[in-house]
C-alpha cells in the first residue's frame, strides 16, 4: 500500500514520445506515487496505451492523461512515437510535438498542480508552467556528462562558438578537468540536425537549454557514486539546484522472472536454461534505432566468428512506413542454428538480463540498457548508433565500464573481426577480466535499492519545501 501523507504533491509529467524517455518517466512516477504523491501523467494516446502496466496498488495515484497528437505533413499517420519512425521522420514527430503547447497550456490551467517535469522537448513549457504560478522541474534520461557536453544556457541558445562537426569530436572548453568525453567524427556527423535545426525550426540543443532555463530545478538518471564530478560541474554551469532521482534500477531477478508468464518468455527461458553460465552475449540496440545494412552484416559475421552463444533481439524495421528494412546474411541463421537465437520481435529484457546464462550485453549503449545490464552484473561491449549514444560510450570507455568496439573515427566503420574480438575479450579472454570486474562493482552502486531511495527522498524533501505559496498551506 502506498503511505499516505498529508503534504503530498500533485505532479504533472511530460516525457517526449519517445519509450527511452517515457519508461524512466513512469519509473519516477512510480516511485513518487509509492509516497504518496499524484502524478499525471501525459503523452498521446496510442502511447499510454503501450507503455507496461503500473501496479494494481498506484493505479489510484497515477492517472494517465492522453492528448491527442497534432497531424503534421511528413509524419506518418499514426505514429507516435520516435519507435515508430526511422531518424529522418523523427523531426516532423517534434514539429507534431511542439503544437501541443496549445492543449498543454489549457491542460495544466485545469490541472494547477504543484510541479510539472518535463522532458527537453518541450522547450516552451517552462515560461508557461511559471506564468500558472507552476514549480518546474526538467527531467533528463541523458547523463550528467551528456547534459554537460550540450553546454551552459548561454551556449546550447545561442552563443555556442561549436558550429562545424568537428567541433564537436573534443570536449568543450567549459570543461575544466581532463577528458575523452566527445563525439566520434561519425556519430556526430549522423545527427548534426540536432544541432543544426530542422522541420520543427528548432535544433536539439537549443530545446536542451530553454528546457533548462525555463526549470527551477534540473533532475536527471544519475548518481554521485558514477559521475560525481559531472553533476558538480552541471550544476556549476547552471547556477540552479541539480537533483540526480538515482539509476532507476529494474526489480530484481526474482520479481521479474516469476512475473513473466508470456509466451515468449517460455520460449526464451528453455533456450537460455540449455546454456553454461556466463556464456551468452545479449544483443540489442534498443527501440528507437537500428543498424545500417552493412553494420548489421558485420555484426552477424562478428557473432559468427566469436564461437559465443547468442541472443539478438534484432529490430529489422522502425515503423510501417520504414521501407528500408534489413536482413541478416545468406544462410546465418542456419549456420549459427543451436547457438544462435535471433528474436525479432519485442523481447523482456530485464528477465533476459537476470538469467545467469547471459554473461554480457552487446548493447548501443542507451543508459536505460546500460543500467539494467549492470544490475545484473552483465560486462559491456559498447555500439552506438545515434543521439547520445557516442557520448555515453566514451563516458564508459574512460570509466572501464565497457568496451567499445573499436571503429574508425571517421566513417565508423569497423570489421566482423573486430566485433568477434571484442566479445571474446569481454566474455572469456583475461585481459578482458577487468569489465567483468567492474560489471560487479557497479552492481551494488546502480542496483542498491537504499540509495535509489535517498535520491528520491531528497529530490522530493526539496520539492515539497518549494512547492507552490498559495498551494502549501491548504
Ligand atoms: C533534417 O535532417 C536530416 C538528417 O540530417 C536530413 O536528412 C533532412 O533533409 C533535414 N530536413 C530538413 C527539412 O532540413
Ligand atoms: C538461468 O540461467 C541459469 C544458469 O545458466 C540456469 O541454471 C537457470 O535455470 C536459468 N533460468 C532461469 C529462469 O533462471
Ligand atoms: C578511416 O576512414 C577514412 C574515411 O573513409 C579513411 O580515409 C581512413 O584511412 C580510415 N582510417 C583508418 C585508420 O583506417
Not at 537533483?243 to 526489480?251: A, E, H, K
Not at 552493412?294 to 566468428?305: C, Q
Request: hydrophobic share 40%.
Amino acid at each position: 500500500m502506498a503511505e499516505i501523507v498529508d503534504h503530498e504533491l500533485h505532479i504533472v509529467m511530460f516525457p517526449w514520445l519517445a519509450f527511452g524517455h517515457m519508461i524512466p518517466f513512469i519509473e519516477v512516477a512510480k516511485h513518487m506515487a509509492r509516497k504518496g504523491h499524484r502524478i499525471s501523467f501525459v503523452s498521446t494516446p496510442q502511447n499510454i496505451d503501450r507503455l507496461p502496466r503500473i501496479s494494481p496498488e498506484l493505479t489510484t495515484l497515477i492517472d494517465f492523461v492522453k492528448i491527442p497528437l497534432p497531424a503534421v505533413e511528413n509524419l506518418p499517420e499514426n505514429a507516435e512515437a520516435t519507435s515508430d519512425l526511422t531518424y529522418d521522420k523523427v523531426q516532423y514527430l517534434k514539429k507534431a510535438y511542439d503544437l501541443l503547447r496549445e492543449p498543454m497550456t489549457r491542460l495544466l490551467e485545469s490541472l494547477a498542480p504543484d510541479f510539472v517535469i518535463y522532458d527537453f522537448v518541450p522547450y516552451w513549457l517552462g515560461p508557461i508552467a511559471r506564468n500558472l504560478g507552476i514549480k518546474t522541474a526538467m527531467f533528463s534520461i541523458y547523463i550528467a556528462a551528456t547534459l554537460v557536453f550540450t553546454g551552459p544556457t548561454w551556449a546550447s541558445m545561442g552563443g555556442d562558438h561549436r558550429k562545424r562537426p568537428e567541433d564537436f569530436t573534443v570536449p568543450p572548453e567549459w570543461v575544466p578537468f581532463k577528458t575523452h568525453v566527445a563525439f566520434p567524427y561519425f556519430a556526430i556527423k549522423r545527427i548534426f540536425d540536432a544541432v543544426e535545426g530542422n522541420a520543427s525550426g528548432v535544433s536539439d540543443m537549443h530545446r536542451f537549454g530553454a528546457a533548462e532555463e525555463g526549470a527551477d530545478i534540473i533532475t536527471l538518471r544519475s548518481s554521485y557514486e558514477v559521475e560525481p564530478e559531472w553533476l558538480k560541474l552541471l550544476e556549476e554551469l547552471h547556477q540552479k539546484p541539480v537533483f540526480p532521482v538515482g539509476q532507476l534500477p529494474p526489480p530484481s531477478a526474482g520479481d521479474c522472472n516469476s512475473r513473466d508468464e508470456t509466451k515468449s518468455w517460455q520460449r526464451i527461458k528453455q533456450w537460455l536454461d540449455l546454456q553454461r553460465k556466463s556464456s551468452v552475449v545479449y544483443v540489442a540496440f534498443g527501440s528507437e534505432a537500428k543498424p545500417s545494412q552493412d553494420e548489421l552484416t558485420k555484426i552477424a559475421l562478428g557473432l559468427e566468428k566469436s564461437g559465443l552463444p547468442f541472443f539478438w533481439v534484432l529490430r529489422t524495421q522502425l515503423g510501417s512506413s520504414d521501407t528500408d528494412s534489413v536482413k541478416l546474411p545468406d544462410g546465418f541463421e542456419e549456420r549459427v542454428k543451436g547457438r544462435g537465437f535471433v528474436w525479432t520481435t519485442w523481447a523482456p529484457q530485464v528477465s533476459i538480463l537476470a538469467n545467469d546464462s547471459v554473461g554480457g550485453i552487446l548493447t548501443h549503449s542507451g543508459w536505460g540498457s546500460v543500467v539494467e545490464a549492470l544490475c545484473f552484473e552483465r560486462a559491456l561491449i559498447l555500439f552506438a548508433l545515434l543521439s547520445d549514444q557516442g557520448l555515453n560510450v566514451r563516458f564508459m570507455e574512460e570509466k572501464k565500464m565497457g568496451y567499445p568496439i573499436p571503429r574508425n573515427e571517421s566513417d565508423g566503420s569497423f570489421t566482423s573481426d573486430d566485433v568477434a574480438e571484442s566479445l571474446r575479450l569481454v566474455l572469456v579472454e583475461e585481459e578482458g577480466k577487468v569489465y567483468r570486474d567492474k560489471a560487479k562493482e557497479m552492481k551494488e552502486v546502480l542496483g542498491n535499492p537504499h540509495l535509489q531511495e535517498q535520491y528520491m527522498d531528497n529530490l522530493l524533501n526539496h520539492m515539497k519545501a518549494n512547492r507552490p505559496m498559495t498551494r502549501s498551506n491548504k
